[in-house]
């Protein structure tokens, strides 16, 4: 059970917009921890994809965006392309464990 | 360009030792916090412990406390993990990973880079 909840999976059709909820809690996010992002690709390494909620590392598209609110985390993939299709996990830092932590992931696909 | 090898991994039984290396280049490793983050085969991925630039700074997942010593050697670029007691749940895909730069505490994220390696626990 991760201490962050992430949806399984998520699916959507070449140029749409699919979400994904990360949901924390006031250990977390909600103690004003910010949100960061990791794709993972089949077979590869994580990498890190947004950090501090919406800022993308050099090389990122802008197709890839994110937010926070309270205590949930999101990231927005807009014009999904068939290279999206990945394992998506949202981190932040908790109090409880006084560690960081992941969520448990998500898996995008493209329809 | 920025790169992080990491070796070590391998088979060992339970209750046995592995020491992990994580040997950097392409960015100046003091200038950063270093971490290690694992990933059990189909399975999410997990923090294990962390060191700031100058190593008066050490975090552990309470997972493996008391058995995973990180430590780091700026003369060789490098960034270790002694596993000890290992335990068959402690089998992964073990990956290093770099903090933002001149950072250390909650507000951290991960850099990770390069292929990682698997340790297996078996008997």
């Known amino acids: 059970q991760s201490v962050l909840t992430q949806p399984p999976s998520v699916s959507g059709a070449p140029g749409q917009r699919v979400t994904i909820s990360c949901t924390g809690s006031?250990?977390?996010?909600?103690?004003?921890?910010?949100v960061h992002w990791y794709q993972q690709l089949p077979g590869t390494a994580p990498k890190l994809l947004l950090h501090?909620?919406?800022n993308r590392p050099s090389g990122v598209p802008d197709r890839f965006s994110g937010s926070k609110s309270g205590a949930s985390g999101s990231l927005a993939i807009t014009g999904l392309q068939s290279e999206d299709e990945a394992d998506y996990y949202c981190?932040?830092?908790?109090?409880?464990?006084?560690?960081?932590?992941f969520g448990g992931g998500t898996k995008v696909t493209v329809l | 360009e920025v790169q992080l090898v990491v070796s070590g991994g391998g088979l060992v039984q339970p209750g046995r030792s592995l020491r992990l290396s994580c040997s950097v280049s392409?960015?100046?490793?003091?200038?950063?916090?270093m971490h290690w983050v694992r990933q059990a085969p189909g399975k999410g991925l997990e923090w294990v412990a962390g060191?700031?630039?100058?190593?008066?700074?050490?975090g552990y997942a309470d997972s493996v406390k008391g058995r995973f010593t990180v430590s780091r050697d700026s003369a060789q670029n490098s960034l270790y993990l002694q596993m000890n007691s290992l335990r068959v749940e402690d089998t992964a895909f073990y990956y290093c990973?770099?903090?933002?730069?001149?950072?250390?505490?909650?507000?951290?994220?991960?850099?990770?880079r390069g292929q990682g390696t698997l340790v297996t626990v078996s008997s």
């Open positions: 981190q932040s830092y908790d109090t409880r464990v006084s560690g960081w932590v």
């Open positions: 006031s250990s977390n996010i909600g103690a004003g921890y910010d």
């Open positions: 501090d909620n919406n």
């Open positions: 392409g960015f100046t490793f003091d200038d950063y916090a």
């Open positions: 060191i700031n630039w100058n190593s008066k700074s050490i």
């Open positions: 990973a770099r903090g933002p730069p001149a950072s250390w505490g909650p507000r951290d994220w991960f850099d990770p």
